[in-house]
């Protein structure tokens, strides 16, 4: 099993919608019947992707056309998640992620609106077109098994763009919602260079921009636009390769972004500090410690930092600051390099005891011992615990 990293950059030149991310998928060698079957599971009538050669600007690129019948019925968020759910081909994990991106879309739609998620009815992004070009990038994404996906700052166009609700500018509201924190680099082409869709693929997906780095370029694959443009190829370029630039990428491991949320705290009692200690432990959430400062006159606080997956950075803010008496959060994105680990259990004289294995460098295995599980042994037996939690270590 080979610990490389490999990574993705996306080179959004030209921005990047749903159909132009498939093309660059399907050229980078993700098997279009593997699309098709993950959509044909959606057993949405009559819908299937086909691939053809295009040039644009004079060079070549893979374009997808999805093929769907025109509808008038919108979606509300549910119908959409029925239609995924459904599927008996999609992975728990593939249906999920698929489930978070309309869930972005529908949050932006209601901001937007002025609605509730539940009352937001999807136009453009709820046809079965576009349907197919997320849950297909998803499929796509997850075959692809990438450690990281970095990708340059996106363009959006300009001028104005024709939606369901009438004319709007570039980019259209909710396009500009999902791209919140993600970098614009400018362009003067009049048109639509990225779509709500391509929008919600780069905020799932991307957790860095800039410009690409360092790696073993392994496979490119270019997906087409729709339109060919004078002034520059309208294109999106995937580069996959392996990361040579970060300590992780040296000795082989993998790694991942995640967010670091931090407060000083220097007026709660300890009761209440282990209250939010508890509740700040939800699914997502990697880890959560104290440490003690001094701040100005003398007085002792504590740092509360959390460390956690972008899927509950939300979450974790609003935990904050209604259970206690901060005023505001410092938020950072780090890297964090990890081991992999099982779930595994070891013997000892007296029983059965859970535990997981990581897997360090050099491919040797080291077993940590639940605690739960080895103190009930301990309790069970009137062992003392650090003899069952060193035994259990030792595989004694």
């Not at 959004?12 to 991310?21: E, F, R």
């Not at 498939?22 to 009559?46: C, F, I, M, T």
């Not at 062992?383 to 259990?392: D, E, K």
């Amino acid at each position: 099993m080979s610990l490389s990293m490999q990574t993705g950059y996306l080179d959004c030149l030209s921005g990047i919608s749903g159909d132009m991310m498939l093309g660059a998928l399907v050229d980078v060698g993700v098997p279009l019947e593997l699309l098709n079957d993950a959509v044909r599971s959606l057993q949405l009538p009559g819908v299937s992707l086909s691939a053809e050669t295009v040039r644009r600007c004079g060079f070549r690129a893979a374009k997808i056309h999805v093929h769907a019948p025109h509808e008038h019925a919108h979606r509300h968020l549910h119908a959409i998640l029925e239609i995924i759910e459904k599927s008996s081909l999609l992975t728990p994990k593939q249906k999920a992620t698929a489930g978070r991106l309309f869930h972005r879309i529908a949050e932006v739609e209601a901001k937007v609106h002025g609605q509730s998620i539940e009352q937001v009815h999807f136009h453009e992004v709820g046809a079965v077109d576009s349907i197919a070009d997320i849950v297909a990038t998803v499929v796509g994404l997850d075959f692809l098994n990438l450690d990281s996906l970095t990708a340059s700052p996106v363009p959006t166009g300009c001028g104005t763009v024709r939606i369901a609700h009438g004319v709007c500018s570039v980019p259209a509201p909710a396009t500009a919602e999902l791209l919140a924190g993600i970098p614009i680099a400018p362009s003067n082409i009049p048109f639509e260079l990225t779509t709500p869709t391509g929008a919600a693929i780069l905020a799932e997906f991307v957790k860095s921009y800039g410009s690409m780095p360092a790696m073993t370029v392994q496979k490119i694959g270019i997906g087409a636009g729709t339109k060919d443009f004078h002034e520059q190829p309208n294109v999106l370029r995937l580069i996959l390769g392996e990361a040579i630039d970060s300590p992780s990428a040296v000795c082989r491991l993998p790694s991942e972004h995640i967010w670091k949320l931090e407060t000083n705290l220097d007026d709660m009692s300890g009761e209440i500090l282990g209250f939010v200690l508890e509740k700040l432990w939800i699914p997502e959430v990697l880890d959560v410690y104290t440490t003690p400062i001094q701040m100005k006159k003398g007085r002792p606080a504590i740092t509360l930092t959390v460390l956690c997956r972008e899927e509950v950075v939300c979450e974790v803010e609003r935990i904050l600051f209604t259970e206690t008496s901060t005023l505001g959060i410092r938020k950072s994105q780090v890297q964090r390099t990890y081991l992999k680990r099982e779930a595994s259990t070891a013997s000892t004289p007296w029983g059965e005891i859970a535990g997981k294995i990581a897997i360090l460098p050099n491919g040797s295995q080291r077993f940590t011992p639940e605690y739960e599980s080895a103190k009930a042994i301990a309790v069970a037996n009137g062992v003392p615990l650090q003899t069952v939690m060193r035994l259990a270590e030792r595989g004694d």
